[in-house]
């Protein structure tokens, strides 16, 4: 949840895909998610650049998981910030490093 905080209170940036959106309020929605939590998901979104990438890749495993990558090689972001040991396991992409969240909370030192 801090990293919500950070992109929607403008300290750090974030992109994401049309279709990660979809997700992400899609599955949301099914797990009935307190209205704060999903307040601080709509304010992350209106705060990040939409990306609609071009570029396919495949590296990960997981299919579905590469749309992040896209988003954040076409969006020219530093990381992608997961738990997700698919996305994990591929480490960095076209200089995008992936990690997990206690790991990029200590990288920008907050």
Do not use: C, W
């Not at 300290?11 to 099914?30: H, M, R, T, W």
């Not at 992350?44 to 890749?57: A, N, V």
């Amino acid at each position: 949840m801090r990293i919500l905080e950070l992109v929607a209170d403008g300290k750090v940036d974030a992109v994401y895909s049309p279709q990660i959106k979809d997700e992400n309020l899609f599955i949301l929605g099914k797990v009935k998610a307190p209205k704060e939590f999903l307040d601080k998901v709509l304010k992350f979104y209106d705060r990040s650049r939409i990306i609609r990438p071009e570029k396919k890749i495949t590296a990960s495993v997981d299919y579905s998981d590469n749309r992040f990558l896209e988003a954040a090689v076409e969006g020219g972001a530093d990381f992608v910030v997961s738990s997700d040991h698919h996305l994990l396991d591929v480490g960095e992409i076209e200089g995008v490093r992936i990690v997990k969240p206690t790991h990029f909370l200590k990288i920008i030192n907050v």
